[in-house]
């Protein structure tokens, strides 16, 4: 299995552009969380879904990020209109019974 | 909700010494307790987990402890080896919410 993987593994951006982070979870895995790590806060949990339902939106820090998983391979972060404090690495993680495995990570600077 | 405090915060060990680290929990009802090494600019990995029914778990040089009566749990790491070095972190999770709440990480430094 190729693991979790994430598109794009960097961005850079305007203020104020929108951005859109993807990822595809481990084939047969049932969660997937999105994360959002940096040096002040540390590893930050923005939402899950189960069976491609949000579960817990609440580490979601404002109506400007928003998910979906439209499909059990797919899912999407999206932030709108980004603002430099978004700077971060936004790292996706599936799992099945418990054990989640990250995906590498994208590295997103806002300027 | 649940929370883990995690410590010592940084820690420098020899190489050829143990290293242990260790975490607190809140809620009794968590039962699935993973650590995770993040070596610079990667992605954290799962190293090792225990579950609450079980007390010890190892793995070669690496084990874990759970006392679930105090809520609490090590990491322990002997002969350690440069490749040691990483922030490692520890989670805990509620039975059927498969939600990790994280510690805030410890950075082991190995010196030669």
């Known amino acids: 299995d190729a693991g979790v993987i994430q598109s794009p593994r960097h961005e850079v951006t305007e203020m104020g552009q929108e951005v859109t982070l993807r990822c595809k979870p481990i084939?047969?895995?049932?969660?997937l969380f999105w994360y959002r790590q940096t040096m002040m806060r540390g590893l930050e949990l923005l939402i899950y879904?189960?069976?491609?339902?949000?579960?817990?939106d609440s580490g979601m820090p404002e109506d400007r990020f928003s998910a979906k998983m439209p499909n059990a391979s797919f899912s999407t972060l999206k932030i709108q209109p980004s603002e430099p404090r978004d700077s971060a690495v936004y790292f996706c993680?599936?799992?099945?019974?418990?054990?989640?495995?990250f995906g590498p990570g994208t590295r997103l600077t806002v300027t | 909700g649940e929370n883990v405090e995690q410590h010592p915060s940084t820690l420098s060990v020899q190489e050829g010494d143990s290293a242990v680290i260790k975490c607190t929990y809140s809620?009794?009802?968590?039962?699935?307790f993973p650590w995770y090494k993040q070596e610079l600019g990667k992605r954290p990995q799962l190293i090792i987990d225990?579950?609450?029914?079980?007390g010890e778990k190892k793995d070669q040089r690496i084990a874990v402890t759970l006392n679930k009566t105090a809520k609490h749990f090590s990491l322990h790491i002997t002969e350690t080896q440069p490749e040691d070095s990483a922030v490692y972190f520890c989670?805990?999770?509620?039975?059927?919410?498969?939600?990790?709440?994280f510690g805030q990480g410890t950075r082991l430094t190995i010196n030669p």
């Open positions: 993680a599936s799992s099945l019974w418990y054990e989640q495995y």
């Open positions: 225990i579950r609450s029914n079980v």
């Open positions: 879904f189960n069976n491609n339902v949000p579960i817990d």
């Open positions: 084939s047969g895995h049932d969660y």
């Open positions: 989670a805990a999770a509620t039975q059927g919410a498969q939600k990790l709440v």
């Open positions: 809620d009794s009802a968590s039962n699935y």
